[in-house]
């Protein structure tokens, strides 16, 4: 699930950052080319899971947990695997990163930029859905709303001209299920260096509740634009 938080750096915020949404709108089926597209990056996500659970079960690793990033450029960079609180070593990771990179390839390009999928290894069985097929999903929301308003409102004070150059900055957090962010990186830059730098300066300071899908506890991707006006 990715989901797009709202903030602008001159403190006009979407209420949704502050309440916690909960729909059954997004289970509604996708038609054309998203879906298709979503279809082929469940395929992928579910080849690289079961890819993950192979090698560790050959690696001797009864339980493996935690969450897997993969990360590949589309400029054609080395692309690279990140695990966080697992129990996988490096050599096990970089038996499945090639078949990783080449399932990859398979979802379609949308422009420059980059292709992130995670991995959950300890998933956490959901209930059934209901007689539709539908699931009650709620959205992250930001606890701390006031601490973060404080930071955007000083650095607007303290950076004078440099805060009136127009740009966003979109930072891209993965949340873990109990709420903590555990990797944040610059999904798209501003063109403002100074900027950049603050909203990844933000990370520490953000204090997310978790998402849920039927009252249990998910992994989501949070993005949060940083928006100079």
């Not at 979503?38 to 192979?54: C, G, P, T």
């Not at 090698?55 to 400029?75: I, K, S």
């Not at 944040?184 to 730098?197: K, Y």
């Amino acid at each position: 699930m990715r989901i797009l938080l709202c903030a602008l750096a001159l403190l006009c915020t979407a209420p949704s950052l502050y309440a916690q949404e909960c729909s059954w709108e997004r289970d509604r089926p996708a038609r054309g080319r998203e879906a298709r597209e979503d279809s082929i990056r469940k395929a992928v996500e579910a080849a690289n899971r079961q890819a993950l659970l192979d090698a560790a079960a050959a690696a001797g690793v009864r339980e493996p947990r935690g969450v897997v990033v993969f990360t590949m450029e589309r400029n054609g960079s080395e692309p690279f695997l990140r695990i966080f609180e697992g129990n996988l070593d490096a050599p096990t990771l970089a038996g499945v990163l090639p078949g990783m990179v080449q399932r990859a390839g398979q979802i379609p390009q949308r422009g420059p930029g980059r292709i992130t999928l995670h991995t959950r290894l300890d998933t956490l069985p959901l209930p059934p859905a209901r007689a539709d097929g539908k699931r009650h999903e709620c959205r992250p929301m930001l606890a701390n709303r006031h601490v973060i308003q404080s930071a955007v409102s000083d650095w607007v004070r303290q950076q004078g001209p440099v805060a009136t150059l127009p740009g966003t900055a979109y930072l891209s957090m993965f949340l873990s299920r109990d709420g903590r962010v555990l990797h944040s990186e610059l999904g798209r830059r501003s063109g403002n260096l100074e900027l950049d730098r603050f909203t990844l300066g933000l990370v520490p300071l953000i204090s997310l509740r978790g998402a849920t899908v039927d009252g249990v506890p998910t992994d989501v991707w949070v993005q949060l634009p940083i928006a100079l006006r």
